[in-house]
C-alpha cells in the first residue's frame, strides 16, 4: 500500500541550530514533492516543491532534498528561530496534468527553545 | 489584496442536515480543492477541479458534493450521507500544477 511517513514525534531544537525533518514514501512514483507550514488553526503555507531530475532546492534558510532512489526528502531549516516553530507538512504528486492532486503526510511538529 | 477566502470561520451542523462550506478565490487560478483535516492527521482530499463546470472526486469523496459554476468559487456540500462530518476543512487553489494557496479553514461540528 502507499504510505507516506513523517516523524510522528514532535522535533525539539535549541534557537540557532539547524532542524532536519524527514518524509520518507513508499509505492509512489512522484513528479514533485511540496513542503508546507501550518500553524494551529490555519491553513497551510506553500514554502518549497522540488521536482523527481533535482535534487536540491534552496530558498533563504531553508533547503529540501530529494532522493528518489532512497525515496525520501529531506527538509532543513538553518539558524532556526523560534519563529520557526510550527507543524511541517510534506506532500506529493504523481501527476504531471493540469492540477496537483497532492497526497500528504501527517505532519512533524517543530518546537524552537531559547 | 489577491486571496483565498472561506466561511463561515465555524459551523455547527445538526445530525440529517445539509450544510455548505463557501470558498472563494481571486487569484485567477483554474485549479481548486477542498481537504479535509482530523487532529493527527494529514489532509485528505475530497474533491479538485481543473476548470469550470469539470471537477474529480478525491480520495474521500463519499457523503460529500461540489459544483464550480464559476472559476472563483468552488463550494462543497457536506450531505447528511457523510457518516463522520466533524472536522476541519481547508479549501485551496493553485496555477496548474504548481504549489496550493490555502484558504484559512472552516471548522465543522457536528451536535
Known amino acids: 500500500s502507499q504510505k507516506i511517513e513523517q516523524n510522528s514525534e514532535a522535533l525539539n531544537i535549541q534557537e540557532g541550530k539547524t532542524a532536519t525533518l524527514t518524509c520518507n514514501y513508499t509505492n509512489y512514483s512522484p513528479a514533485y514533492l511540496q513542503w508546507y507550514r501550518q500553524d494551529p488553526g490555519r491553513g497551510p503555507v506553500f514554502l518549497l516543491l522540488?521536482?523527481?531530475?533535482?535534487k536540491e532546492k534552496r530558498k533563504e534558510r531553508l533547503k529540501v532534498t530529494f532522493d528518489t532512489t532512497l525515496k525520501q526528502s529531506l527538509f532543513h531549516i538553518t539558524a532556526s528561530q523560534p519563529a520557526d516553530s510550527a507543524t511541517y507538512l510534506c506532500?506529493?504528486?504523481?501527476?504531471?496534468?493540469?492540477?496537483?492532486?497532492?497526497?500528504f503526510g501527517t505532519g512533524t511538529r517543530l518546537q524552537v527553545t531559547l | 489584496d489577491g486571496g483565498i477566502t472561506q466561511s463561515p470561520k465555524y459551523l455547527f451542523r445538526k445530525e440529517g442536515q445539509n450544510v455548505t462550506l463557501s470558498c472563494e478565490q481571486n487569484?485567477?487560478?483554474?485549479?481548486m480543492y477542498w481537504y479535509r483535516q482530523d487532529p493527527g492527521q494529514g489532509l485528505r482530499l475530497i474533491y479538485y477541479?481543473?476548470?469550470?463546470?469539470?471537477?474529480q472526486k478525491g480520495d474521500i469523496a463519499e457523503g460529500y458534493s461540489v459544483s464550480r459554476e464559476k472559476k472563483e468559487s468552488f463550494p462543497l456540500t457536506v450531505t447528511s450521507a457523510q457518516k463522520n462530518p466533524t472536522a476541519f476543512y481547508l479549501c485551496?487553489?493553485?496555477?496548474?500544477?504548481?504549489?496550493?494557496?490555502f484558504g484559512p479553514g472552516t471548522r465543522l461540528t457536528v451536535l
Open positions: 506532500a506529493l504528486d504523481e501527476n504531471t496534468g493540469t492540477a496537483s492532486k497532492l497526497t
Open positions: 522540488i521536482r523527481e531530475n533535482e
Open positions: 477541479s481543473q476548470i469550470v463546470n469539470d471537477f
Open positions: 485551496a487553489s493553485s496555477r496548474g500544477n504548481n504549489e496550493q494557496f
Open positions: 487569484l485567477n487560478h483554474d485549479a
